[in-house]
């Protein structure tokens, strides 16, 4: 314990823990601020909740999918660039999306704009947890906070700006993510992988441990259910009749009780082990899901926020524990546990917004509520492999 402590200061000197977290609230604003902005897209192109969940699923799938090829990047080459030019390149073209002259040129911008997204996660994750290795969940917690709180702000802001100058306000939008970018070319030095320290070669390729593909398996239950969850609950709170602004609170009560979750999440996973804490998180997100789906009136707010809390226990706890199982491809173990199966998320958005076409958006998101209980049977699996309990006591 004390042969750690000459290494805690420059640890908590390091710009990577701030800077980090804050250019992931800059980047989860142009993510989020989508949500928001379906209504109004569905209106002006005469959208079905099909051809919603086909362009979601295009604008998830390039924001997650190439995360594993710039992961691979990542753990060779260091993190500050692609995170400065990945923030820096979804700015631009998230906000051109309200001024997109037809549905291909919006087809064209959700296509490429979620590249920067792509580069900036498994970097962002990997040097932050570098940075605070002997609390692996809390420094992931960290910087998911900031993505929470941006999450949290973008309806917000979308709500605001849309209402007052319609759709074509969307590039007043760039500047905040070009001056973040700015500001982490100045402050942020550049930092050496693990196994990058004076050399050149590839990090080891051995094969990714069987149990993290049960991890991924209880992440994607867990995205499938938050994006579809942002895509359609907009449309089913304004096809009910209420305002654009009822739907940006719920979506802000949801993302802002997430922010006080992956806080918790992340702590807690540093004292229990981590797999616990998924299966807390999995096992009341099902009720609450559902309530959240079928009941109005005073529990509009308190579900969302309730739901938004105990989903979010399980994200630092995903990924700290896929890094553990893979210590020298942390970039890699991000990108599997967070860009991996949010592509499998996202695929299943689609199938929801499929299905909401012929049975209706209420029906098809409750449907959604039975996945956390797949996603905990896979976490009892990983218990039941005995992988990570001598992991864990190794570690203590």
């Known amino acids: ?115 920067g997204s792509a580069a900036f996660h498994p970097a962002g994750t990997a040097r932050v947890s570098r940075a605070l290795p002997r609390r692996r969940g809390t420094a992931v917690a960290i910087f998911m906070l900031g993505g929470t709180l941006g999450s949290s702000l973008g309806p917000v802001v979308g709500a605001w700006l849309f209402a007052g100058h319609t759709l074509g306000a969307s590039p007043w939008l760039m500047p905040v993510g ?40 209880a992440s994607f239950c867990v995205s499938w259910v938050e994006s579809a969850l942002a895509a359609y609950a907009p449309l089913l709170i304004t096809g009910r009749g209420e305002p654009l602004s009822a739907a940006s609170q719920v979506l802000f009560a949801y993302s802002a009780a997430a922010a006080a979750g992956i806080l918790a999440g992340g702590s807690l996973s540093d004292r229990i082990p981590r797999w616990q804490v998924i299966a807390l998180a999995l096992g009341c997100s099902g009720p609450l899901h559902a309530g959240v789906i079928l009941l109005g009136g005073p529990w509009r707010f308190l579900l969302p926020a ?48 499929a299905i909401a076409d012929g049975i209706g958006v209420q029906a098809a998101l409750l449907l959604n509520s039975a996945l956390p209980a797949v996603g905990l049977l896979s976490i009892l699996a990983l218990w039941r492999t005995a992988v990570h309990p001598p992991k864990r006591a190794a570690a203590r």
Request: proline residues 8%; charged residues 10%; positive net charge.
């Open 1 to 115: 314990m004390h042969a750690r402590s000459s290494l805690a200061p420059n640890r908590s000197l390091d710009p990577a823990v701030l800077l980090f977290p804050i250019a992931h609230l800059a980047l989860e604003v142009y993510n989020s601020v989508l949500s928001i902005m379906w209504p109004l897209l569905t209106t002006r192109f005469g959208l079905t909740f099909g051809a919603v969940g086909l362009l979601n699923m295009v604008f998830r799938s390039t924001m997650t999918l190439p995360q594993l090829g710039f992961a691979s990047l990542s753990d060779r080459w260091g993190s500050k660039w692609l995170g400065v030019a990945g923030l820096a390149w979804m700015a631009a073209g998230m906000s051109l999306v309200g001024v997109a002259p037809t549905v291909a040129g919006l087809a064209v911008l959700l296509a490429l704009a979620p590249l």
């Open 178 to 217: 070009l001056a973040v970018a700015a500001l982490m070319v100045v402050l942020l030095p550049a930092d050496r992988p693990p196994a990058g320290k004076g050399s050149a070669s590839p990090q080891p390729r051995a094969p990714v441990p069987p149990a993290v593909f049960l991890i991924v398996v």
């Open 306 to 353: 309730a739901l938004g809390f105990f989903s979010a226990l399980s994200h630092p706890a995903f990924v700290a524990l896929a890094q553990e199982l893979m210590p020298d491809r942390t970039s890699l173990a991000a990108a599997l546990t967070m860009g991996f199966s949010w592509v499998l998320g996202s695929l299943g958005m689609a199938l929801t917004g």
